[in-house]
């Protein structure tokens, strides 16, 4: 399985980025995919997931600003970011659950916030 991410980049801050990441190889769907952030320094935090239903959850500092969807067909998912903060600035990562205890990752992509 491969996650393939992009749409990162430089923004000033009230910005806005659109990230993707497509799923390919193995598995044709995932049950759940979603977004995880890992900024300098810092652990890796979830922002925001949906699942195949469209049932979503974000990370109480994104919600608002981001917007998570997905095209099942494309087995694709996409992380609308609005209003960007310098705080906002780490490196981006996909995730893909098939069920509880199989998920993948993706490679990441950044995003810098400028001020």
């Known amino acids: 399985v491969q996650l393939q991410a992009s749409g990162g980049g430089l923004v000033q801050a009230g910005g806005s980025l659109r990230l993707s990441c497509a799923a390919s190889?193995?598995?044709?769907?995932?049950?759940?995919m979603g977004w995880y952030r890992q900024a300098p320094g810092k652990q890796r935090e979830l922002v925001a997931t949906?699942?195949?239903?469209?049932?979503?959850n974000y990370a109480d500092s994104m919600k608002g600003r981001f917007t998570i969807s997905r095209d099942i067909a494309k087995n694709t998912v996409y992380l609308q970011m609005n209003n960007l903060k310098p705080e906002d600035t780490a490196v981006y990562y996909c995730?893909?659950?098939?069920?509880?205890?199989?998920?993948?990752w993706g490679q990441g992509t950044q995003v810098t916030v400028s001020s």
């Open positions: 995730r893909a659950w098939k069920n509880i205890v199989l998920f993948y």
């Open positions: 190889g193995r598995f044709s769907s995932f049950n759940t």
């Open positions: 949906i699942t195949s239903g469209g049932s979503t």
